[in-house]
């Protein structure tokens, strides 16, 4: 159940005739009073007998009574309008029952407690199966002001029990960081224009994916124009740009005019201050006389972000999230044509899993916004998808620990959208993978040569072993690992490093996860034999990796949809 504060000015006239009307798209559907603040206030839907345009007029008369007693002191914002809103999947609940919401809502925002007899007036108006409007003026009848401190939280709080005592859809709690969602005007406006989005859902992921790109301030706006977004920027006396509004071509006004939207209500890390702290850490650096291959740098650094997760320093965590957030922005534009749509789709659930109440430090997070920036910029060779399938397999493994990290932490709304994007990240990742590993399947080596790998594989890690060689992705591991010895490489010596970076604990397919590992490091160059007797001196040394000798922190519990 969902309910949003709105507050005007004026008197409620305007809100009763809309209410009461056969609205924007004529979806109010027998509009009626099913609660006031006195149990007999005049109806007008209710009166058969009489006008209703007059009706309306001494309903709106008798809620702004107490506002006009006060004359010139009345408060400037004078009334409150709360649409209360069910699931679609929620039984349908009686005009008894939608009564009962209304009087716990307006009680538990201070408006009118049970039993107070000079309380605020109020009404609930019903033209619809699944919501309820309730109307009501900020003055008491008594002529004081209602104590609605913190109500937009209070209603919250009282609408996620009514949801236990009905039996209704249980959201999660939110912690205020959340995107502001489409007005029901919005999303009437977007169906009429034969539009599955609204206009602030798509400036939403524009922007995000300009921040995500850019460099710079220039080169964030010189982005959104080239995608079409209008920009108007608000300036201080001083000429500086304070802020910044965003619209779409096309998208106007009854009056012809564009429909701005601040930053700061398309997401609270979209207002022009939020967006400059995001690019200082953008900044590039001069360019290597041997520029590294920017799949490996951001799948390297998309394999460190667990670890961070699973540290104890919170604002360097929550960076990490700003930054996986900002990867899957740019992600969609990169991907094969058949994974676009579920990476797309994953970077809006994320959306609001890269936000909580604790400040982001980003200064770690350099190296996967830069290399993930290079993807986008440069379309480096990825000849077989194999680069874009070992980023993917990063990305999925790090929202999965990002879950988990929100669920320690209580923020429920994040975890729900950490979890959700995990579905759509696995079907991106089989559209993907599948036939990267098919293909390396396809050249996979002798069997005297797969029976030496495999023997090797034991030794390196025996809790895995059975059930990596039991993996159908076997035949690609092995195939990986045969190229890098021709390349140079030491089979037990590559297996080691792979099992160093990270254990196999914390990843969703072992066989995979070691394909991706052992494919990026056969690929770089070759160490010179003193280098190979070194590793191979210190690998004797040290004991076997068990899967358990190594982990940081106990694996996140995972859900069914993290599973494959």
């Given at each position: 159940?969902?309910?949003?504060?709105?507050l005007?000015?004026?008197g409620?006239?305007?809100?009763?005739?809309?209410?009461?009307?056969?609205g924007?798209?004529?979806?109010?559907?027998?509009?009626?009073?099913?609660?006031?603040w006195?149990?007999?206030?005049?109806?007008?839907?209710?009166?058969?007998?009489?006008?209703?345009?007059?009706?309306?007029?001494?309903?709106?008369?008798?809620?702004?009574q107490p506002?006009r007693?006060?004359?010139d002191?009345?408060?400037?914002?004078t009334?409150?309008?709360?649409?209360?809103?069910?699931?679609?999947e929620?039984p349908?609940?009686t005009?008894a029952q939608w009564?009962?919401?209304?009087?716990r809502?307006?009680?538990?925002?201070?408006?009118?407690?049970?039993g107070?007899?000079?309380?605020?007036?109020?009404?609930?108006?019903?033209?619809?199966?699944?919501?309820?409007?309730?109307?009501?003026?900020?003055v008491?009848?008594?002529?004081r002001?209602?104590?609605?401190?913190?109500d937009?939280?209070?209603v919250?709080?009282?609408a996620r029990?009514i949801?236990?005592?009905?039996?209704?859809?249980?959201?999660?709690?939110?912690?205020?960081?959340?995107?502001?969602r489409p007005?029901?005007?919005?999303?009437f406006?977007?169906?009429?224009?034969?539009?599955?989005?609204?206009?602030r859902?798509?400036?939403?992921v524009?922007?995000?994916?300009?921040?995500?790109?850019?460099?710079?301030?220039a080169?964030f706006?010189?982005l959104?124009?080239?995608?079409?977004?209008?920009?108007?920027?608000?300036?201080?006396?001083s000429?500086?740009?304070?802020?910044?509004?965003?619209?779409?071509p096309?998208?106007?006004?009854?009056?012809g005019e564009?429909?701005w939207?601040?930053?700061?209500?398309?997401?609270?890390?979209?207002?022009l201050?939020r967006i400059?702290e995001r690019?200082?850490?953008?900044?590039?650096?001069?360019?290597?006389?041997?520029?590294?291959?920017?799949w490996?740098?951001a799948?390297?650094?998309?394999?460190?972000?667990p670890?961070?997760?699973?540290?104890?320093?919170?604002?360097?965590a929550?960076?990490?999230?700003?930054?996986?957030?900002?990867a899957?922005?740019l992600l969609?534009?990169v991907?094969?044509?058949?994974?676009?749509?579920?990476?797309?789709?994953?970077a809006?659930?994320?959306?609001?899993?890269?936000?909580?109440?604790?400040?982001?430090?980003?200064?770690?997070?350099?190296?996967?916004?830069?290399s993930?920036?290079a993807i986008?910029?440069?379309?480096?060779?990825d000849?077989?998808?194999?680069?874009f399938a070992?980023?993917?397999?990063?990305?999925?493994t790090?929202?999965?620990?990002?879950?988990?990290?929100?669920?320690?932490?209580q923020n429920?709304?994040?975890?729900?959208?950490?979890?959700?994007?995990?579905l759509?990240?696995?079907a991106?990742?089989?559209?993907?993978?599948?036939p990267?590993l098919?293909?390396l399947?396809?050249?996979?080596?002798?069997?005297q040569?797969?029976?030496?790998?495999?023997?090797?594989?034991?030794q390196a890690?025996?809790d895995?072993?059975?059930?990596?060689?039991d993996?159908?992705?076997?035949?690609?591991?092995?195939t990986?690992?045969?190229?890098?010895?021709?390349?140079?490489?030491?089979?037990?010596?590559?297996l080691?490093?792979a099992?160093?970076?990270?254990t196999?604990?914390?990843?969703?397919?072992?066989a995979?996860a070691?394909?991706?590992?052992?494919?990026r490091?056969g690929?770089?160059r070759?160490?010179?034999?003193?280098?190979?007797?070194a590793?191979?001196?210190g690998?004797?040394?040290?004991?076997?990796?068990p899967a358990?000798?190594?982990?940081?922190?106990?694996p996140?519990?995972?859900?069914q949809?993290?599973?494959?």
């Open positions: 159940m969902i309910p949003k504060i709105i005007g000015q004026g409620t006239r305007g809100l009763i005739r809309y209410l009461f009307g056969e924007r798209a004529n979806e109010h559907v027998d509009p009626h009073l099913v609660a006031s006195n149990d007999f206030a005049p109806d007008p839907g209710r009166s058969p007998h009489r006008d209703p345009k007059e009706v309306e007029k001494q309903l709106a008369a008798q809620l702004d506002v007693m006060l004359g002191l009345a408060p400037q914002t009334f409150w309008h709360c649409p209360v809103r069910a699931a679609p929620d349908v609940l005009d009564a009962e919401v209304a009087r809502i307006v009680a538990a925002a201070g408006l009118a407690s049970d107070d007899e000079q309380a605020c007036r109020w009404v609930a108006v019903r033209h619809a199966d699944d919501h309820i409007h309730i109307a009501a003026t900020l008491r009848q008594d002529g002001r209602p104590q609605r401190n913190h937009k939280r209070a919250q709080k009282e029990q949801e236990i005592d009905y039996g209704l859809r249980r959201l999660k709690a939110g912690d205020g960081t959340a995107a502001k007005t029901s005007k919005e999303h406006k977007a169906k009429r224009l034969g539009r599955d989005t609204t206009a859902e798509v400036l939403r524009r922007v995000r994916r300009a921040v995500a790109a850019a460099h710079s301030e080169e706006f010189a959104l124009e080239a995608t079409g977004v209008s920009v108007r920027l608000k300036r201080g006396p000429g500086d740009a304070l802020g910044c509004n965003f619209a779409l096309g998208d106007t006004n009854e009056n564009p429909v939207f601040a930053g700061s209500t398309l997401s609270p890390d979209l207002s201050p400059r690019l200082t850490t953008a900044d590039p650096e001069p360019v290597a006389a041997r520029p590294g291959n920017p490996h740098q799948t390297a650094a998309t394999e460190r972000i670890r961070h997760l699973s540290a104890d320093d919170d604002h360097v929550q960076g990490q999230l700003v930054a996986l957030g900002a899957l922005d969609p534009i991907a094969p044509a058949s994974a676009r749509a579920d990476l797309q789709q994953a809006i659930l994320f959306e609001r899993a890269t936000r909580s109440r604790i400040t982001a430090d980003l200064d770690s997070t350099r190296v996967l916004r830069r993930v920036q986008w910029r440069d379309h480096p060779q000849k077989d998808g194999a680069g070992m980023l993917l397999d990063a990305v999925f790090a929202v999965a620990f990002a879950a988990h990290w929100h669920r320690t932490r429920a709304q994040q975890e729900e959208a950490a979890e959700r994007a995990l759509h990240l696995r991106a990742y089989g559209q993907v993978a599948e990267v098919a293909g399947a396809r050249r996979a080596p002798a069997r040569t797969q029976q030496r790998l495999a023997h090797h594989l034991r890690v025996p895995y072993a059975e059930r990596i060689l993996d159908p992705a076997w035949d690609a591991l092995a990986v690992l045969a190229e890098a010895e021709a390349a140079g490489h030491n089979a037990a010596s590559i080691s490093q099992l160093g970076q990270r196999l604990e914390d990843a969703h397919n072992p995979r070691l394909t991706w590992r052992i494919r490091l690929q770089r070759t160490p010179n034999p003193r280098a190979q007797a590793r191979a001196r690998a004797a040394r040290q004991p076997a990796f358990h000798s190594t982990a940081a922190t106990p996140p519990q995972r859900s949809a993290q599973r494959r």
